[in-house]
């Protein structure tokens, strides 16, 4: 009984010092706030996977909150990105000695730019997500599986860096 009031007398006292939890930052919901995000160099075997990665993370900072605009005329931020990886790499055999399950690797580099003072917000390197899928002896299934897992980790990759985003900003 006594720790607990220690524990919210000690509450009381941080919640009076003025600390508050946010969800957000100002400059994250602020509507004036312009952000480029072109897609994302591709260094991969897929065509597409730099242009799937800029626009998921685009769609996933309207979801999280960004009320900004997109577009480089006037950026207050650039975020730069190149798809460094995208592989497959096999997890289990089957008793034919063919792979059942493969395990796809996405690795991403990404720098935030604060265009107007010209320094460097955030910047990572080896980003990693990861999803399995299935293959078989037909090529369209595991092509189409293989796919799925792609969008899958391009998914978890834009909540990611979404999330980044969102407490720097």
Not at 139 to 153: D, G, H, I, L
Request: aromatic fraction near 8%; proline fraction near 3%.
């Amino acid at each position: 009984m006594k720790r607990a009031l220690i524990a919210l007398a000690l509450l009381s006292a941080v919640a009076g010092c003025g600390y508050r939890l946010e969800s957000g930052s100002e400059r994250f919901t602020d509507p004036s706030v312009r952000m480029d995000v072109p897609p994302f160099a591709n260094r991969s075997t897929t065509p597409d996977a730099g242009a799937v990665i800029a626009a998921g993370f685009r769609e996933e900072l309207r979801r999280s909150g960004f009320r900004g605009t997109f577009g480089d005329v006037g950026a207050n931020y650039l975020v730069e990105g190149t798809v460094r990886d995208l592989r497959s790499d096999i997890f289990s055999h089957g008793t034919d000695r063919f792979s059942i399950e493969n395990r796809l690797t996405l690795v991403v580099d990404v720098r935030v730019v604060e265009v107007v003072r010209g320094g460097v917000l955030w910047k990572e390197s080896g980003l990693t997500e990861t999803a399995s899928f299935y293959a078989g002896p037909d090529a369209q299934y595991t092509e189409a599986n293989r796919r799925a897992a792609f969008e899958e980790v391009a998914r978890r990759m834009a909540v990611r860096m979404s999330h980044i985003l969102r407490v720097l900003l």
